[in-house]
């Protein structure tokens, strides 16, 4: 497993951005898939983006396409989610997650059970 920390979540308002970042450490993050995911109280938690181990694959939810930009640096053992047009419905508690994803094809990459490590999470709330 890989220990994750979020950070750069916050207060925006609508239309603003945000970046999240992703510190990871312990075992080799370049061998890992990752994901963000999001949660509202309440609700499941939910698929945001996710990239290949070595970041020449995207994916996205339909609700971020367009306006969300998942990225990795292998060599710094972080990964980010630039946010932006970013609305009230956004706002939510956002994980990052890593995963042993070996399989290109979407679907693995939007399920939460192919994540086995998650961090603690970091609020973002988009006020109109």
């Known amino acids: 497993q890989v220990h994750l920390v979020e950070s750069g979540g916050g207060l925006v308002q609508a239309g603003g951005s945000l970046r999240l970042s992703c510190a990871a450490s312990?075992?080799?993050?370049?061998?890992?898939?990752m994901g963000w995911f999001r949660q509202v109280p309440g609700k499941e938690r939910e698929f945001v983006a996710a990239i290949t181990r070595s970041g020449d694959i995207t994916y996205y939810s339909d609700s971020v396409k367009g306006r969300f930009t998942i990225s990795r640096d292998n060599a710094k053992n972080t990964g980010d989610l630039q946010m932006n047009s970013l609305k009230p419905e956004d706002t939510a508690v956002y994980y990052c997650a890593c995963g042993e994803i070996t399989r290109v094809n979407n679907y693995y990459y939007s399920q939460r059970n192919s994540y086995d490590s998650w961090g603690q999470g970091t609020q973002v709330t988009v006020s109109s």
């Open positions: 312990g075992r080799s993050f370049s061998t890992f898939a």
